[in-house]
């Protein structure tokens, strides 16, 4: 039989609409595919990593090729060599499949919900090109689909494979093709062991041992990054970053906004806006740091009483009411659940009452607990239980950020601008909701409870609409997929541990074909656990230049992760739980260690008096520097940091130098 030789090409109409870095971020995919591996495609959000994708699929599968032999057509071609899987999130499952259909004429199936024993009559008779499922749906049916052997495995938003140990992780290990490929714009996003997971799952063996990697890249990495790090360390470290770039380079394609599209992109700003907590929040927050649970935490070293029936607190009591004596993992059981009481506090002294939704002895335990850190106060705030009052839910009175955005929103809405609002709770949208149906607002809400098939009749007509003024998004609902191009403000009201997913939700409206400059406002509560969520932001980030990108990044933190001997600033039980009271930690940090290393950049402040006008202050805003680093026209790693403080206070507007903001860098 006479051996065909194919002729693999991206057919005309594809590529005379693709950018040149998509050509070559084609090229790049196909390289790896004729070495008969696979790699990472990294491009930031929005340059088309699903296009890039699709074209190179199809160049592989002949379509528009031309053949040596005549007779060989396109199905048969893709019936030698196999069919496609396609893992993603659910929320862009519909995405890939518009996308085949407009890009080529692959036959496509959804592996996804009822019908899929059908699906697998089909692949089994090669009459499926491509099959695209979900990450929950492979974790549950992966081994019947690691049964088939697939020509090229493509997994969407890949940093999801950052934990060995998921079942996710191991269902797709299981997979049978050589030629595994990841796409995603926040290769890490807490860990830079996330980088040997993802790239020992593409091309296994491609990094070394876990062992080696961390050893030899992971630790000097972080210790080299230490602010106070001998000079031997520091050096051993550059030597490991510049090793790490060599090799990650023959897998991994990574491409910003700024080197491929800034051009065409209207630009971003990115604050940081440091609210103060209203003094009710403070006292409140003050007795949260002094319940039992907390205490024991941080005198853990000390001998501890729990769970004495002197010493038991409200939430210990509710984690052990099955196990009064405790369990293997106390006292750092209730760690979690005190962090979660103290960010809400930060953000609303409504969200630590009981939440209507729960089990009925939920709600005791939590009006109980509400009841003990309102303490005098609790009449301030309508009692121990949710209010019904729609006055009181949209009051600003007692909630920091809602006095910052209720000032903001109103300069915002007066000069014509449209406005993003994200929060991960949705307890915190009902408020919000309120807030602005008080305000006359007009508006738009999205969350998990919206189905599939309407969120983009909701992204349209926000879009289209010059009334809409507002979108109220659940940051897990509609912090990916969606494209808001119309806005041009955006307030991420509650910071996320992992900085990819504020970067996300940013670039809703931070993309290719965005109507207008974009101005982002991230809302920390000042003196409060956000803060230390926001620097340890910054240093995860950083660690991801250095692993990933491969970039120099200034030495501001004492702290290293995952290291008990240096806990510095940022991690440990102590740090999480600081009383900071009145005190700007994030400035502290940056202000000390800008002066050990001569940093030459100056602060400066604005008083804010009582009655100021904050569209006057929204101008000062504007008109400062901004601190994106990677965009068009804005110097590098540049601060910029809001002190909305009491009117008793100085507050203002301090530029604090070199602090590098995390999205100055990937997956921005």
């Not at 599968?61 to 048969?76: H, I, M």
Request: proline share 3%; net charge positive.
């Amino acid at each position: 039989m006479k051996k065909i030789k194919m002729k693999y090409e991206v057919p005309a109409s594809i590529n005379c609409r693709l950018l040149e870095h998509q050509r070559e971020g084609v090229r790049f995919l196909y390289m790896l595919y004729k070495k008969n591996h696979g790699g990472v495609l990294g491009d930031d959000m929005g340059l088309g990593k699903t296009i890039q994708t699709i074209a190179f699929l199809v160049a592989v599968a002949g379509k528009g090729s031309e053949y040596q032999d005549a007779q060989v057509s396109k199905r048969e071609h893709m019936t030698r060599i196999g069919p496609v899987l396609i893992v993603c999130p659910t929320s862009v499952i519909c995405n890939w499949e518009n996308e085949f259909q407009e890009w080529s004429d692959f036959s496509v199936a959804i592996y996804h919900g009822p019908n899929r024993d059908l699906i697998l009559d089909r692949l089994e008779v090669r009459g499926v090109d491509a099959l695209i499922t979900s990450f929950d749906t492979f974790r549950i049916h992966g081994k019947i689909l690691s049964e088939v052997r697939w020509e090229i495995v493509v997994v969407d938003e890949a940093h999801r494979l950052k934990n060995e140990k998921s079942q996710l992780y191991k269902a797709c290990l299981e997979i049978k093709t050589r030629r595994r490929f990841g796409l995603t714009g926040t290769i890490m996003q807490n860990k830079i062991m996330e980088v040997f997971n993802l790239f020992d799952w593409v091309l296994p063996g491609s990094l070394g041992t876990r062992e080696h990697f961390r050893d030899f890249y992971d630790e000097p990495l972080k210790h080299g990054q230490r602010v106070s790090a001998p000079e031997r360390f520091v050096q051993i470290a550059e030597e490991r970053r510049q090793q790490l770039a060599s090799v990650l380079h023959k897998y991994l394609l990574r491409r910003t906004k700024e080197e491929t599209i800034g051009h065409l992109m209207l630009g971003k700003e990115d604050n940081i806006v440091f609210c103060a907590m209203s003094e009710l929040q403070k006292r409140v927050y003050r007795r949260m740091l002094a319940q039992p649970e907390i205490q024991c935490l941080i005198n853990k070293d000390l001998p501890c009483m729990l769970p004495s029936d002197n010493s038991t607190g409200i939430i210990w009591s509710y984690l052990h009411k099955d196990n009064p004596e405790g369990c293997d993992s106390c006292p750092f059981c209730v760690v979690l659940p005190c962090l979660v009481k103290l960010q809400q506090i930060s953000n609303h002294l409504e969200l630590i009452k009981p939440n209507p939704r729960d089990e009925i002895e939920k709600q005791k335990k939590d009006a109980e607990f509400a009841s003990a850190v309102f303490g005098v106060d609790i009449d301030l705030v309508g009692g121990s239980t949710q209010t019904e009052s729609f006055m009181g839910l949209s009051d600003v009175e007692h909630c920091g950020k809602m006095r910052a955005l209720e000032k903001l929103l109103s300069s915002w809405i007066s000069y014509g601008d449209k406005v993003l609002l994200f929060s991960y709770s949705v307890r915190m949208l009902d408020i919000l909701e309120k807030f602005l149906i008080r305000k006359g607002y007009c508006f738009s809400r999205l969350d998990g409870t919206i189905p599939m098939s309407l969120r983009q009749s909701l992204v349209d007509d926000f879009n289209r609409s010059p009334s809409r003024q507002v979108f109220l998004i659940s940051t897990r609902a509609g912090g990916l997929g969606l494209n808001l191009v119309s806005a041009n403000r955006v307030v991420i009201f509650d910071p996320n541990w992992n900085p990819s997913q504020d970067l996300q939700a940013q670039d809703r409206s931070f993309r290719y074909g965005q109507k207008r400059h974009v101005v982002v406002f991230r809302f920390l509560a000042a003196g409060s656990i956000e803060e230390l969520v926001y620097t340890r932001q910054v240093y995860k980030q950083q660690l991801s230049n250095i692993a990933v990108s491969g970039k120099m990044e200034r030495r501001y933190f004492e702290g290293v992760q995952d290291c008990k001997e240096f806990k510095g600033e940022l991690f440990g039980i102590c740090n999480l739980f600081r009383d900071l009271s009145d005190k700007l930690f994030t400035s502290e940090i940056i202000e000390s260690h800008g002066d050990q290393q001569k940093s030459s950049k100056k602060s400066y402040c604005i008083e804010e008096k009582c009655g100021e006008d904050h569209a006057v202050l929204e101008k000062q805003i504007l008109s400062l520097p901004s601190m994106k680093g990677t965009e068009k026209g804005v110097p590098a790693q540049r601060n910029l940091d809001l002190h909305l403080l009491d009117v008793r206070k100085v507050g203002g507007l301090h530029d604090l130098g070199n602090i590098p903001l995390h999205t100055t860098r990937s997956g921005a």
